[in-house]
């Protein structure tokens, strides 16, 4: 039985292998038809868009997360897309081009949400500069606070990070221009902690004399026909009698009942006198720092002894000097 069924077998063991192989060369020659004709890639839309084809989807995706997501750029805090682009495989005709970089240019202009970072630098809980980086923000910061290092100034700096998705909301400095706004704000605020006084932005910062106080603002006195419109400092004839404030002299000169008397104008409407001197020192149009010398305490005038008549006036109106000072 075995020996007359071998070669049956055998018979049609062979038909079944050519019935096969023309099955897979008839397979094969479609298939070489269809990759002759298209070749498979990916079609990627998105948010309902067809943007186009890409080749290689591991290489699309490396080239999106490089070209979008890891783009750098001034103020750049991070770039998400607002919509994730779907791929699908498909058969397209050779004679089509992929198009990636246009389907990334696309994605990048419409379909992509950038954050923009900037740093406010505040001082004393005041804005006082924007910087682009933290880096700067920091540098900025380490300068001032070295620089008024032991001044003792109440000096509080902050950084506070600001972020938009609206470019031009951002107004930054330059390092240097930042840096020259916060240090005139942290000089202001020194000026002011060491001033006596501030009179409409005018500060008061050194008393013209020390001494003894002889005769107040306002008080009514035998020797005067009015109210006394300064402030009497009892001190040896001599004493150097120094300007309260940065100023110019307008007036240098006897000038009767005050003796040798000096003006200072100080801006903004503030005056000071110094009257009953001795010497006069400074001269019209002398250029004062708050602490220069201009006079010597004197009685010259009307005074029955050696002393300051300081009077301080605002817009021409005497006010009381101890408002503000001794
Ligand atoms: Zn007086």
């Given at each position: 039985?075995?020996?007359i069924?071998?070669?049956k077998?055998?018979?049609?063991?062979k038909?079944i292998?050519?019935?096969?192989?023309?099955?897979?060369?008839g397979?094969?020659?479609?298939?070489?038809?269809?990759?002759?004709k298209y070749?498979?890639?990916?079609?990627v839309?998105?948010?309902?868009?067809?943007?186009?084809?890409?080749?290689?989807?591991?290489?699309?995706?490396?080239?999106?997360?490089?070209?979008i997501?890891?783009?750098?750029?001034a103020?750049?805090?991070?770039?998400s897309?607002?919509?994730?682009?779907?791929?699908?495989?498909?058969?397209l005709?050779?004679?089509?081009?992929?198009?990636?970089?246009e389907?990334?240019?696309q994605?990048?202009?419409?379909?992509?949400?950038?954050?923009y970072?900037?740093?406010?630098?505040?001082?004393n809980?005041?804005?006082t500069?924007?910087?682009?980086?933290?880096?700067e923000?920091?540098?900025?910061?380490?300068?001032i606070?070295?620089?008024f290092e032991?001044?003792d100034?109440?000096?509080?700096?902050?950084?506070?990070?600001?972020?938009?998705?609206?470019?031009?909301?951002?107004?930054?400095?330059?390092?240097?221009?930042?840096?020259?706004?916060?240090?005139?704000?942290?000089?202001?605020?020194?000026?002011?902690?060491?001033?006596?006084?501030?009179?409409?932005?005018v500060?008061?910062?050194?008393?013209?004399?020390?001494g003894?106080i002889?005769?107040?603002?306002?008080?009514?006195?035998?020797l005067?026909?009015s109210t006394?419109?300064?402030?009497d400092?009892?001190?040896?004839?001599?004493?150097?009698?120094?300007v309260?404030a940065?100023?110019?002299?307008?007036?240098?000169q006897?000038n009767?009942s005050?003796?040798?008397?000096v003006?200072?104008?100080?801006?903004?409407?503030?005056?000071?006198?110094?009257?009953?001197?001795s010497?006069?020192?400074a001269?019209?149009?002398?250029?004062?720092?708050?602490?220069?010398?201009?006079?010597?305490?004197?009685?010259?005038g009307?005074?029955?002894?050696?002393?300051?008549h300081?009077?301080i006036?605002?817009?021409?109106?005497?006010v009381?000097?101890?408002?503000?000072?001794?």
């Open positions: 039985m075995y020996i069924l071998k070669p077998i055998f018979y049609h063991t038909e292998a050519k019935v096969i192989t023309i099955i897979i060369t397979f094969l020659l479609i298939l070489a038809m269809i990759f002759i070749k498979p890639v990916y079609e839309t998105v948010a309902g868009e067809k943007l186009g084809y890409i080749k290689n989807l591991n290489e699309f995706q490396n080239l999106l997360q490089n070209e997501i890891n783009q750098e750029g103020n750049i805090a991070n770039v897309l607002t919509d994730e682009p779907t791929y699908e495989l498909k058969l005709t050779r004679t089509n081009d992929s198009n990636e970089a389907i990334i240019e994605l990048k202009t419409n379909h992509t949400m950038i954050t970072q900037y740093y406010e630098v505040a001082l809980n005041a804005t500069a924007y910087v682009d980086t933290l880096e923000a920091e540098e900025l910061v380490n300068e606070k070295t620089e032991g001044d100034l109440e000096l509080n700096l902050q950084i506070n990070e600001h972020l938009t998705e609206n470019k031009a909301e951002i107004h930054t400095d330059s390092l240097e221009v930042a840096e020259t706004t916060v240090q005139t704000a942290a000089q202001e605020i020194k000026e002011e902690s060491e001033a006596l006084a501030i009179i409409n932005d500060k008061l910062s050194v008393l013209p004399v020390t003894r002889t005769s107040r603002y306002g008080e009514s006195s035998s005067r026909r006394h419109t300064g402030l400092i009892a001190c040896t004839t001599g004493t150097d009698i120094k309260v940065n100023g110019t002299v307008t007036f240098s006897y009767g005050y003796g040798k008397l003006k200072v104008d100080h801006g903004n409407g503030v005056e000071t006198w110094y009257g009953h001197c010497k006069l020192y001269e019209v149009g002398d250029e004062v720092e708050a602490g220069d010398v201009i006079a010597a305490v004197g009685s010259t009307n005074s029955t002894g050696p002393h300051l300081f009077e006036r605002i817009n021409g109106i005497t009381n000097p101890q408002n503000y000072v001794y």
